[in-house]
């Protein structure tokens, strides 16, 4: 061994500032580049942008109003009365003990929004000063409010508590519930058949009443806001041709102030040197992201005419790597540019990733996409017979023998798992 300076030249590629800002504008949705755009303007005083109805989101059809303090009046008259208040409420029609009706009120302060009550009964004994017998009578008037299962302590007494008529199914559903929920959830009909000395069909007839009952008593009171995806890219036809369009097109225009040429000062000219190199930047990583879009999507349609046209059942299989080489990108920027991106197609949106699917080989030659081959799993699965369902292999025969493609049933099993499709054993019915 011995020491001594070597001289060696390498290449090798640097993730600087610019190249990472570059990466991740590319897989920004168009809402996410519109809010990381608004962010850029705020911190670069070079930056202006110009739209004129352009508020730093996807336009709206929600009104606002010069006082902040001042309600939508449309927001006002969706609001609904909370589970809470509707509780309360039906008590007030109740005659109870003035202390009875203190322990009921606390107990539906403590209903969670699926209408369960989540509390320890010995500490809600000792914060309130009462005996077990107060609270169970307390707890036992909560849960005759409705709806049916309200202020229940588990799922099976939820579902025992809507379980409220009688018969020979109901008693049976009613011990299926508190005794073998589990064994139930997993369909082990005949196990269960033998364990309470009844027929399968009876077990059937009391499962399908369970499965009527609602596990969320309190969920429909629970107000959400709906959410909506907003497409990155439309496909449309015109005159029997499809062509593309960028929704981000719809950004503001961007272009660097003026107002900051006067200053001759050393250290703020480097400033704005400096800022001025962002902006560029900025400017360029974004056009870069539409030529790649556009160029990803050339490929698209050049493929997929079939998709276009007739919808899933046609698409075409191709992969990152064959798209990245008729793009003539990296199979890597393929992959980035797609990620969180949303496509209007002439039959519905979709994740812009559905597009590209894997090859199955078919008698043809021509191959089949795996979405294709999941679609027909899930027709045939919808239109089989309950009483005798199709097995992993018989899936396999029909697709070989309607369509030509050979899988093997792992596969097949693979798929159906993807689809959240039981196994021929769990989808089985006996009435």
């Not at 519109?34 to 709206?60: C, F, H, M, T």
């Not at 320890?120 to 000792?126: G, L, T």
Request: hydrophobic share 35%; charged share 25%.
């Amino acid at each position: 061994m011995e020491l001594g300076l070597i001289q060696k030249q390498t290449t090798k590629l640097v993730m600087t500032t610019q190249l990472h800002q570059a990466i991740s504008i590319l897989q920004y949705s168009t809402a996410e580049l519109l809010e990381y755009v608004k962010e850029q303007a705020l911190e670069n005083p070079l930056i202006e942008l110009q739209s004129p109805s352009w508020d730093g989101g996807i336009r709206s059809s929600k009104r606002s109003y010069d006082s902040g303090t001042r309600q939508d009046p449309i927001e006002y008259a969706e609001t609904k009365k909370s589970l809470h208040d509707e509780l309360h409420e039906q008590m007030r029609c109740i005659s109870l003990s003035k202390k009875i009706t203190g322990i009921v009120d606390y107990l539906i302060d403590n209903i969670d929004e699926s209408g369960y009550l989540r509390i320890n009964e010995s500490e809600v004994m000792a914060y309130l000063g009462v005996d077990q017998f107060e609270l169970t009578e307390a707890i036992r008037q909560v849960q005759l409010l409705d709806p049916p299962g309200i202020g229940a302590r588990s799922l099976s007494e939820c579902l025992s508590l809507q379980i409220n008529e009688q018969g020979a199914v109901f008693e049976l559903a009613r011990d299926l519930v508190s005794q073998n929920l589990k064994a139930l959830a997993e369909k082990k009909y005949r196990l269960l058949s033998k364990q309470y000395n009844v027929s399968v069909e009876q077990i059937q007839q009391a499962a399908d009443l369970i499965a009527d009952l609602d596990p969320r008593p309190g969920s429909k009171w629970v107000v959400e806001k709906p959410t909506y995806i907003v497409p990155d890219v439309m496909i449309s036809e015109k005159n029997g041709r499809f062509t593309v369009s960028l929704l981000d097109d719809d950004l503001p225009a961007m272009k660097v102030s003026n107002s900051y040429r006067s200053f001759k000062n050393n250290e703020a000219a480097e400033y704005l040197k400096s800022k001025y190199q962002q902006v560029s930047w900025l400017m360029k990583s974004i056009e870069q992201r539409k030529q790649t879009l556009r160029a990803i999507m050339g490929v698209v349609i050049v493929h997929q005419q079939g998709f276009l046209r007739n919808g899933m059942s046609d698409l075409v299989p191709i992969t990152l790597k064959e798209v990245a080489n008729e793009a003539h990108v990296h199979e890597s920027t393929v992959s980035r540019a797609i990620k969180s991106k949303y496509v209007q197609t002439p039959h519905g949106l979709f994740p812009l990733k559905n597009l590209f699917t894997s090859k199955l080989t078919s008698e043809s030659g021509e191959g089949a996409s795996s979405s294709s081959v999941k679609l027909f799993i899930k027709e045939l699965v919808e239109n089989e017979n309950k009483l005798k369902p199709l097995s992993d292999q018989k899936i396999v025969e029909a697709l070989h023998i309607q369509r030509g493609i050979d899988v093997s049933r792992r596969t097949i099993a693979k798929y159906r798992d993807e689809l959240k499709i039981l196994s021929s054993s769990k989808r089985k019915r006996f009435t």
